[in-house]
Nanobody, 123 residues
Framework: VQLQASGGGLVQSGDSLRLSCTASVRTLSSLDLAWFRQAPGKERDFVAALRGPSTRYYSDSVKGRFTISRDNAKNAVYLQMNSLKPEDTAVYYC??????????????????WGQGTQVTVSS
């Protein structure tokens, strides 16, 4: 599975941004999907996951502000980010996998990755 993330940019605190991730070769509709992020000097952290069509999981730091969704017709997964904060600054990665495990928050559980897109939030 080849994933391509896009939509990052430089925004101000409180702004919104939507990240997109599309796939080539294989349809995303049969996969579980996720977003992770990595800030400079830090480990890659879980942000959100989507199991099946509508079961969603979020990290505590983004719950209520971010929404993960998929569009099977466009073979894409999105991360809608609202009320952005400077601490959201990171490279954001989309990920996919073939089957669900309880350790969805661990990057080791996700075999397919996009290349990352930079999100910078200024105060």
């Amino acid at each position: 599975v080849q994933l391509q993330a896009s939509g990052g940019g430089l925004v101000q605190s409180g702004d919104s941004l939507r990240l997109s991730c599309t796939a080539s070769v294989r349809t995303l509709s049969s996969l579980d999907l996720a977003w992770f992020r990595q800030a400079p000097g830090k480990e890659r952290d879980f942000v959100a996951a989507l199991r099946g069509p509508s079961t969603r999981y979020y990290s505590d730091s983004v719950k209520g502000r971010f929404t993960i969704s998929r569009d099977n017709a466009k073979n894409a997964v999105y991360l809608q980010m609202n009320s952005l904060k400077p601490e959201d600054t990171a490279v954001y990665y989309c990920a996919a996998r073939d089957y669900w495990t309880v350790a969805y928050y661990s990057q080791d559980q996700w075999p397919y990755w996009g290349q990352g897109t930079q999100v910078t939030v200024s105060s």
